[in-house]
């Protein structure tokens, strides 16, 4: 599925590398100040320091390194991100990453252009891990917006492409570095509010650690409200009343939720009786008695989890049905076919969708990439199997496993794509302000989005993947395991020219950056913060070594979609896919927890919410104020 990005090729290739990761120790020290820390004013933008926590859990050494942040929104070369200096400084590879990755959620959540944005970073020596992605990002803040920051206050954490702060390693050291550098206040994730003492192995609240050391420990869920006290609330989101869906999008969901279950019921009832039937019936009885409570959201997310489920049965068994009649050379032929008919209706629907933008309203044309980006991501899988098959790699298992994978590929075809478009169409729009303007933010934001997609592919090969050939392990990873699907967004990516095109062009385009953004971002994360052990594409997440991890990103993803969603509603901006999305994912998510689906529900939640935090962003950046 689109929205369920596979992370085990990069758990296998980086077992324990980033789980916890720490940066390595640096002998820079930034104390803290009194007051506030001022942005300077220089080449029409804003520099600003911001104190870093490292710590060396080997050494047992910890610190702060001033990290130096520049940033203008009036740059002249679309979006660009300067990480020469940090890079001769000696930074490694996670902590460039985690630049580049701060550059683009800064740039996203400032609510300015991202296609105008400039950043410059800088360090004082070598330095790396992935943690500083927080405080980076809040420099970048500062300096696009010229706040100044509290100069008794720090935190560490890294960053999500939603905005949401990650689990960290060291964090008692961090603390101690802190405590030393004479700061006042700490920030930390969510997720690491609680500490294991290592002399007692007993758990203890960091408030309390904090406290023996003179600190005030305070939790945070995103970059938003970490900006919030940095800047003692001058750069606060306002508040505003929630977004309500429009009366035209709550009845549309409805009827499609009457759809979904009756479309899981058929295909449940064509299963042969086995495990996998049984708890595909309970999903649908889950299912029915929401939509029969008024719990529509949460009904379509059960319900999404059932038909995954019960399509891939439905492949499984008639694969084993080809390969019983014609064995392996048979099957592939019958695989073969299948193949080729879904890349044909995949290709013409991603075809006809973009040609719908240009009798799109406004904020129908930039959320037309979002429902767009299923067809893209199916696109990659698409070429991925064929890949697979050129090579001669299958047998049996393949066949078995490349037909449940085709089967979640014509899922998002003819019912989850399908849908996200009625949703889009149904919502009410402004009049688009022309399509010369859309085209041009389209393509601003399409560099934007490509650009800091390729940093953090960088990333990927440097860090999970070692420096290994990504061509010679996509050849030796399964399709599930998103590498190889990786490397064809990268392709496409790679492939968007520079020159502004036509409106339909420029959807294809951006909804194809889009894609590849949250596919390298995605991988990231749930290595770094959640140990999910497998889950991909044509099957389900089977664990997940941090799952409180996970949880806390999926609320503080839903706040960030739902606040700047009602911020665009007082502007009279419609976000109802984004919303009715994240909704959807997120009510399934927390019905199923602790079932055995509810790892599979919280990541295609989250990752729904990935896709819908970028769409608001956009909305809220957009050429319509």
């Known amino acids: 599925m689109r929205r369920m990005l596979s992370m085990v090729a990069a758990v296998a290739l980086c077992a324990g590398v980033l789980a916890g990761a720490t940066a390595c120790s640096s002998p820079a020290s930034?104390?803290?100040?009194?007051?506030?820390?001022?942005?300077?004013?220089?080449?029409?933008?804003?520099?600003?320091?911001v104190p870093a926590l490292w710590a060396d859990d080997g050494a047992g050494t910890s610190g702060t390194e001033p990290a130096?942040?520049?940033?203008?929104?009036?740059?002249?070369?679309?979006?660009?991100?300067?990480?020469?200096?940090?890079?001769?400084?000696?930074?490694?590879?996670?902590?460039?990453?985690?630049?580049?990755?701060?550059?683009?959620v800064g740039s996203m959540v400032s609510?300015?252009?991202?296609?105008?944005?400039?950043?410059?970073?800088?360090?004082?020596?070598?330095?790396?891990?992935?943690?500083?992605?927080?405080?980076?990002?809040?420099?970048?803040?500062?300096?696009?917006?010229?706040?100044?920051?509290?100069?008794?206050?720090?935190?560490?954490?890294?960053?999500?492409?939603?905005?949401?702060?990650?689990?960290?390693?060291?964090?008692?050291?961090?603390?101690?570095?802190?405590?030393?550098?004479?700061?006042?206040?700490?920030?930390?994730?969510?997720?690491?509010?609680?500490?294991?003492?290592?002399?007692?192995?007993?758990?203890?609240?960091?408030?309390?650690?904090?406290?023996?050391?003179?600190?005030?420990?305070?939790?945070?869920?995103?970059?938003?409200?970490?900006?919030?006290l940095f800047t003692d609330d001058r750069f606060a989101y306002p508040s505003a009343p929630p977004f309500v869906l429009p009366p035209a999008v709550q009845e549309l969901s409805a009827r499609q939720v009457t759809a979904l279950l009756t479309l899981l019921a058929d295909e449940?009832?064509?299963?042969?009786?086995?495990?996998?039937?049984?708890?595909?019936?309970?999903?649908?009885?889950?299912?029915?008695?929401?939509?029969?409570?008024?719990?529509?959201?949460?009904?379509?997310?059960?319900?999404?989890?059932?038909?995954?489920?019960?399509?891939?049965?439905?492949?499984?068994?008639?694969?084993?049905?080809?390969?019983?009649?014609?064995?392996?050379?048979?099957?592939?032929?019958?695989?073969?076919?299948?193949?080729?008919?879904?890349?044909?209706?995949?290709?013409a629907a991603l075809t006809q969708g973009v040609q719908l933008g240009a009798a799109m309203g406004y904020e129908q044309q930039l959320t037309l990439p979002n429902a767009l980006s299923w067809l893209a991501y199916n696109d990659s899988i698409l070429q991925s199997v064929q890949q697979q098959i050129d090579a001669g790699a299958l047998d049996a298992a393949g066949i078995d496993r490349y037909a449940r994978i085709l089967a979640d590929v014509d899922a998002a075809i003819n019912v989850y794509y399908p849908d996200?478009?009625?949703?889009?169409?149904?919502?009410?729009?402004?009049?688009?302000?022309?399509?010369?303007?859309?085209?041009?933010?389209?393509?601003?934001?399409?560099?934007?989005?490509?650009?800091?997609g390729k940093a953090q592919q960088d990333y990927v090969q440097q860090v999970v993947m070692r420096g290994q050939d990504p061509a010679v392990l996509a050849r030796?990873?399964?399709v599930g395991l998103l590498l190889p699907v990786v490397l064809n967004l990268s392709a496409a990516a790679a492939a968007i020219p520079s020159n502004r095109d036509s409106l339909p062009d420029e959807l294809l385009q951006?909804?194809?950056?889009?894609?590849?953004?949250?596919?390298?971002?995605?991988?990231?994360?749930?290595?770094?913060?959640?140990?999910?052990?497998?889950?991909?594409?044509?099957?389900?997440?089977?664990?997940?070594?941090?799952?409180?991890?996970?949880?806390?990103?999926?609320?503080?993803?839903?706040?960030?979609?739902?606040?700047?969603?009602?911020?665009?509603?007082?502007?009279?901006?419609?976000?109802?896919?984004?919303?009715?999305?994240?909704?959807?994912?997120?009510?399934?998510?927390q019905a199923l927890a602790g079932t055995p689906e509810a790892t599979a529900a919280q990541v295609l939640a989250l990752n729904e919410l990935y896709f819908d935090a970028i769409t608001v962003f956009m909305l809220q950046s957009g050429p319509v104020q």
Do not use: C
């Open 68 to 104: 130096r942040i520049w940033a203008t929104k009036d740059g002249s070369a679309l979006f660009t991100i300067d990480l020469a200096d940090i890079k001769a400084q000696g930074a490694g590879a996670q902590w460039t990453a985690a630049s580049a990755a701060a550059a683009a």
């Open 268 to 347: 449940a009832a064509a299963l042969p009786a086995n495990q996998v039937t049984d708890a595909v019936s309970g999903l649908l009885d889950r299912a029915t008695s929401a939509a029969e409570s008024g719990q529509v959201a949460t009904s379509y997310g059960i319900g999404m989890q059932g038909l995954n489920m019960a399509v891939r049965e439905g492949a499984s068994v008639n694969a084993q049905a080809q390969l019983a009649a014609s064995g392996v050379t048979g099957a592939t032929v019958w695989l073969t076919d299948w193949l080729k008919r879904s890349t044909a209706s995949n290709s």
């Open 420 to 452: 996200q478009l009625a949703i889009v169409q149904a919502a009410p729009a402004q009049p688009s302000p022309g399509a010369g303007l859309v085209t041009a933010y389209l393509s601003d934001y399409t560099t934007f989005l490509a650009r800091a």
């Open 476 to 478: 030796e990873n399964d």
């Open 510 to 589: 951006a909804t194809v950056a889009v894609t590849y953004y949250i596919a390298t971002t995605s991988l990231i994360a749930a290595v770094q913060n959640f140990g999910v052990d497998q889950f991909g594409i044509g099957a389900d997440p089977t664990a997940v070594q941090q799952p409180e991890v996970l949880l806390a990103s999926m609320s503080t993803a839903k706040k960030a979609v739902d606040q700047v969603a009602a911020l665009l509603a007082q502007r009279g901006l419609d976000a109802s896919l984004p919303v009715w999305a994240a909704a959807y994912g997120t009510d399934a998510a």
């Open 111 to 228: 609510g300015v252009n991202p296609g105008r944005v400039d950043v410059d970073f800088g360090v004082t020596g070598p330095i790396d891990g992935p943690s500083a992605g927080g405080i980076l990002t809040v420099g970048v803040l500062a300096a696009l917006l010229g706040a100044p920051i509290r100069g008794d206050m720090t935190m560490t954490g890294t960053i999500s492409p939603d905005g949401s702060i990650g689990a960290v390693g060291g964090v008692a050291l961090k603390l101690q570095a802190a405590a030393d550098q004479g700061y006042r206040t700490v920030l930390l994730p969510m997720a690491n509010m609680s500490l294991r003492n290592p002399e007692t192995n007993a758990v203890e609240s960091a408030d309390e650690v904090g406290k023996r050391l003179g600190l005030e420990v305070r939790s945070v869920g995103n970059v938003q409200e970490a900006f919030s």
């Open 30 to 49: 930034f104390t803290a100040s009194e007051g506030l820390r001022e942005p300077v004013a220089r080449d029409k933008g804003y520099e600003i320091t």
